[in-house]
């Protein structure tokens, strides 16, 4: 069963404006959140992570909001940039799950100049 | 300083053969983790390699088995290939045990794998 969903398999945004991809968890367990760019042929890179203490860190373009309630997490890119394009998974771990990650489907997201 | 390297980054296999996926890191951490990414399942984890000297289980490690040669190399081996074990492989390593920022988990570029 999938801990960690990206229900939107891809997303077309234009240039300049913002991008929002969003990420559900199941498991209350996970007390921390990580967001991974992947480009085609290569492995996933690290991008902004949060901890669940937090309900939100910024790293200039990005921008990473938790909403503990709901079970939800978004990253917002703004502005959104032709390089961003590229496959965006969220991850998850909990100090009780020996801290391995729980990866997301992936979204798909495009930046059209 | 290459990161995280694999080989081979293609390979098709017949049902039943055997091979091995190598993967090498060299700067010089500790844990090292071996991941399968299948369309719409995401990246899940096979085994990891918290230390040099020790192994454990993943989320998905049957029909599989990994060795930790040494604190640089972790290898992936798959015994009797089977057509579901087609999929793309992704190594990778963090200087401590654990998914947290602080021990970002570095990937290699992946082996894509088939299994006819």
């Known amino acids: 069963d999938q801990q960690v969903k990206q229900n939107s398999p891809s997303l077309s945004v234009q240039e300049g404006r913002i991008s929002i991809l969003n990420c559900d968890y199941t498991?209350?367990?996970?007390?921390?959140f990580l967001w991974y760019k992947k480009y085609p042929a290569e492995g996933p890179t690290f991008l902004i992570s949060?901890?669940?203490?937090?309900d939100k860190n910024e790293d200039g373009r990005f921008t990473v909001f938790l909403n503990k309630s709901a079970k939800h997490l978004s990253l917002h890119i703004v502005p959104s940039q032709p390089g961003d394009s590229a496959v965006y998974f969220c991850?998850?771990?909990?100090?009780?799950?020996?801290?391995?990650?729980?990866f997301g489907t992936g979204t798909r997201l495009t930046v059209i100049p | 300083n290459a990161g995280v390297t694999q080989t081979p980054k293609f390979q098709v296999l017949k049902t039943g053969q055997s091979m091995t996926l190598q993967c090498a890191q060299d700067?010089?951490?500790?844990?090292m983790y071996w991941y399968r990414q299948d369309p719409g399942m995401g990246l899940r984890l096979i085994y990891y390699?918290?230390?040099?000297?020790?192994?454990d289980k993943g989320e998905v490690p049957n029909g599989y088995n990994v060795s930790r040669l040494n604190k640089r190399e972790f290898s992936l081996r798959l015994e009797s290939a089977a057509p579901s074990q087609t999929s793309v492989y992704f190594c990778?390593?963090?200087?401590?045990?654990?998914?947290?920022?602080?021990?970002?988990?570095?990937f290699g570029p992946g082996t894509r794998l088939t299994v006819l």
């Open positions: 498991n209350s367990m996970f007390d921390y």
């Open positions: 390699s918290a230390s040099e000297g020790t192994t």
């Open positions: 991850a998850a771990s909990s100090q009780t799950g020996a801290n391995n990650l729980f």
């Open positions: 700067m010089n951490h500790n844990s």
């Open positions: 990778a390593s963090s200087e401590d045990p654990g998914g947290r920022s602080y021990n970002e988990q570095f």
């Open positions: 949060i901890s669940s203490i937090k």
